[in-house]
Antibody, heavy 123, light 110 residues
Framework: DVQLLESGGGLIPPGESLRLSCEAF????????MNWVRQAPGKGLEWVSG????????YYANFAKGRFIISRDNSKNTLYLQMNSLRPEDTALYYC????????????????WGQGTMVTVSS | QSVLTQPPSMSAAAGQKVTISCSGS????????VSWYQQFPGTAPKLLIY???KRPSGIPDRFSGSKSGSSATLAITGLQTGDEADYYC???????????FGAGTKVTVL
């Protein structure tokens, strides 16, 4: 089945760094834009970052600019999110999500979602 | 505070219709396609509507989407108890150069 599998979450002290990974299965990963979306406990969905299919373009939410870096390795069918200078307010379940549009990153619809990896920022 | 505005909650009796609004602006909804997601507690969101009014394979035609100007709407007809969930709208925002989500609407079936 088409699937996204996130990993790398955990409990991390404020100010530290963490790298999330998302491995894709059973679709042409290199042909689609990919995204990270987070959800704080009991809160709504919040887009974090997106990257085009060929990694030529990357976009970030304001809170992520300068702290987070999105990247991808199409040879490994894997998406990454490097998170630096983590804050307690970054505590959330982080989902990776596939852009619905073939060939780029339109950012209008996400048709495949992983189950998420939990990041808890606390001392 | 979300860029897209949704009502926090809506309710209707089983078998009835509920319409969820999503209000935005010229930089997002008015000039881009809208998507809608359904999320049950403890599970990942599921795409219900893309390109404003299209349904992915497997989504029943009880779910429909539309747009007028800078507002979009998700309609659910023939409401079922299994439709009790949180619903989110989303689109691309040209000013922010990013995807924006509404805060979500919790639907309750009476």
């Amino acid at each position: 089945d088409v699937q996204l599998l996130e990993s790398g979450g955990g409990l991390i002290p404020p100010g530290e760094s963490l790298r999330l990974s998302c491995e894709a299965f059973k679709f042409s990963f290199g042909s689609y834009g990919m995204n990270w979306v987070r959800q704080a406990p009991g809160k709504g969905l919040e887009w974090v970052s997106g990257i085009s299919s060929g990694a030529n373009n990357a976009y970030y939410a304001n809170f992520a600019k300068g702290r987070f870096i999105i990247s991808r390795d199409n040879s490994k069918n894997t998406l990454y999110l490097q998170m630096n200078s983590l804050r307690p307010e970054d505590t959330a379940l982080y989902y990776c999500a596939k852009d619905e549009d073939y060939g780029g990153l339109r950012g209008e619809a996400f048709d495949i979602w992983g189950q998420g990896t939990m990041v808890t920022v606390s001392s | 505070q979300s860029v897209l505005t949704q009502p926090p909650s809506m309710s209707a009796a089983a078998g009835q219709k509920v319409t969820i609004s999503c209000s935005g602006s010229r930089s997002n909804i008015e000039n881009n396609h809208v998507s809608w997601y359904q999320q049950f507690p403890g599970t990942a969101p599921k795409l219900l509507i893309y390109e404003t009014s299209k349904r992915p394979s497997g989504i029943p035609d009880r779910f429909s989407g539309s747009k007028s100007g800078s507002s979009a709407t998700l309609a659910i007809t023939g409401l079922q108890t299994g439709d009790e969930a949180d619903y989110y709208c989303a689109t691309w925002d040209r000013s922010l150069s990013g995807t924006v989500f509404g805060a979500g609407t919790k639907v309750t079936v009476l």
